[in-house]
Structure formats: C-alpha cells, structure tokens
C-alpha cells in the first residue's frame, strides 16, 4: 500500500521553497501532515493548537483539512522563521499566530481548551507537557512527531523519549497509540470522562 498523500495544500510549493531558502529543516514530514490534515477534518467547528509553526507545513496541512468554522492557534519561538508562515497563510482568517516561547504560551493560556493539539517541538512535548494535556479537550487528541531517532539529537535523547512516551502510556485520562510510522508518531485521545 502507497502511504503517500494524494492531495496536498496549495502552500506547500512556496513554503518548501522558502524552507530550503532559510536552511529550514525541520518541517512536518507529508505524512504527518497528510495525518493532521485528517484529524483537523474530523473536528468540524474544531478549536486546534499547533506548538511549533516553523515555517507552516504543519499549519497548512492543518488549514487544507479544517472546515470554515474551525479556529488554528500556531505559535512560534523564532520570528524569523514564522515570518515565512505568516506571509504565505496569514491572509486566512481561521489561523492566529503567536510568536514567543511556547512554553510560556502554554502558561499563560487561560481560554477554552483544543480539539486537537499538535506538539511539534519541545514545549508541550519534553517540557510543558502537563500544561498541554489540560488543554486538550475531553475526547480531543494529542498528537507528537519525531520520536524515531533523528539526526541532530542531542546526547541521551533517546532516553528522553522513551521517558516521555511511558508517561503518556501510563495515563489513566489519554489512550494512546504508538505509531512506528512518517518520524514516529503518538496520539493520544483525552477520555471524555476525564
């Protein structure tokens, strides 16, 4: 079976181009983003939290699958990174970006929480993490990426992971799947009677 997506967001030429301009490599694999657009799908009228813009891959997989009701929330550390996201998909009016620390972001949070989080960077994924799952709303979902090794780890990351993916398995609000799939995956759905 073909994994490959089909159909892909109209920004995704321009942003993969501004990408490899700026030395940007960490953007979401296709088939991550093939899944987000998926799960965004599923959540018509859908609040989502996207922790990690980059330069949009994930946002516009996660725009291409939202309805029109749907509000994204992204939030980016480096400016000059989400600048290219912000050029390319900041006309649409269902996405919001925030530039700052995610970290802090997640703290200082205090609205209704999200039908889908996507942690695709270390706040709300290896720091933050508790804070992150409070805002996933009951029978919403969590999902992370990069957990199979990737180049650039830093020493003893692996062990980070497996420490963060016994956690997430271990909780008695969230089932969870790991996915040895794109980079390696988990998703976890919040019990609607949490």
Known sequence: MDDRPSTFPTSLPALRA???????????????????????AHCPGGRILELGTGVGEGAAWLLSGMDDASQLVTIELDGAVQKVAREQLGSDPRVTFAAGDGGEWLQNYDGEPFDLVFADTWPGKFTHLERALQLVAPGGTYL????????????????????????????QDFRSVRMAWASGLLMAVRSARS
């Open 144 to 171: 992370i990426d990069d957990l199979d090794p990737q180049p650039g780890w830093p020493q003893g990351h692996g062990a980070s992971v497996e420490r963060l993916l016994t956690e997430l398995e271990e909780r």
């Open 18 to 40: 501004a990408a490899r301009e700026a030395g940007f490599t960490l953007s979401c694999e296709e088939r991550t983003g093939n899944l987000l657009a998926v799960l965004a």
